[in-house]
C-alpha cells in the first residue's frame, strides 16, 4: 500500500509539474545533440584507490549524425594527460604515461583510473535505460531554475548506488552530477560551466597520438 501511495504521490508531482522524467531526458538530448559543444567538468571524483580527488576535464562533443565525446583530463595529477573517447560502439582510453591507446567495446568499457563510470554523459536516453530516475521536484542553481533528478542503478557494475542531476530548465542540460555509494558516500560531485556551442568534428575528437600503441581487449 506505501509503494503504491509513493508511486501515485511521483505520478502527481510530475503532472504538477508539467514535465516527466522522460520528456526532460529527451528534451536534453535533443539539446545537446543540436550543435557540437564543449564545457568543463570540474569537482570531486573517486579514483580508483578509494580517495576523492579535486577532477577538471574538458568534455567536448559532436552528437548528431556519427556520436563522439571526448573527456581529456587536466586534474588530478595521477590522470592529466590522459583522455577518453566514446564513440556509439567503443570506448577508447588514451593513457599518457605509457603512450596506448586502449580500445573496448562500449558494453563492458571504463574510464581507467576512476570508479565512477561517466561514459554517459553524452547520451543521457542510455542514461535513462541504466539508472531508474525520478523527478523529485526544482531548484535553483548559479544558471537559473533547475529540474532535479535522483534515482537508483538499475543494476550493478556502474560504480555508484544513487544518482542525482540538476537539468536546466531554460537550455536543457545538466549543471550538476552528485553520484554516491551504498554508504551514502560520494563517488562524485561534478558541475558543468562554461558549455559554448562550438565548431567540432568527429575526426577532430577521435584523433590520438601517431605513435601511440593501440590495444583492442
Do not use: C, H
Request: net charge positive; aromatic share 6%; glycine share 8%.
Amino acid at each position: 500500500m506505501r509503494k503504491t501511495l509513493a508511486f501515485l504521490a511521483l505520478g502527481l508531482l510530475s503532472t504538477v509539474l508539467g514535465q516527466s522524467v522522460e520528456s526532460i531526458l529527451n528534451a536534453v538530448q535533443e539539446n545537446l545533440e543540436k550543435s557540437p559543444w564543449e564545457a568543463r567538468l570540474v569537482g570531486r571524483i573517486q579514483a580508483q584507490d578509494g580517495s576523492l580527488q579535486p577532477v577538471e576535464v574538458l568534455l567536448r562533443a559532436v552528437l548528431a549524425g556519427e556520436k563522439v565525446l571526448r573527456l581529456e583530463f587536466k586534474k588530478p595529477p595521477s590522470l592529466e594527460g590522459n583522455f577518453v573517447v566514446v564513440t556509439e560502439k567503443e570506448v577508447w582510453n588514451y593513457l599518457y604515461l605509457t603512450n596506448q591507446l586502449v580500445i573496448q567495446p562500449r558494453a563492458k568499457a571504463r574510464i581507467e583510473g576512476l570508479n565512477a563510470n561517466l561514459t554517459f554523459l553524452g547520451d543521457f536516453r542510455e542514461l535513462a535505460a541504466k539508472v531508474q530516475l525520478r523527478l523529485e521536484g526544482e531548484g535553483t542553481s548559479e544558471e537559473g531554475p533547475v529540474w532535479r533528478l535522483a534515482g537508483r542503478p538499475r543494476e550493478g557494475g556502474l560504480g555508484f548506488t544513487q544518482a542525482e542531476i540538476l537539468v536546466l530548465k531554460a537550455d536543457p542540460r545538466p549543471v550538476a552530477l552528485t553520484l554516491r555509494d551504498a554508504a551514502g558516500n560520494p563517488v562524485a560531485e561534478l558541475r558543468l560551466l562554461d558549455f559554448r556551442r562550438s565548431r567540432l568534428s568527429p575526426a577532430q575528437l577521435k584523433r590520438y597520438p601517431q605513435d601511440a600503441q593501440v590495444v583492442r581487449r
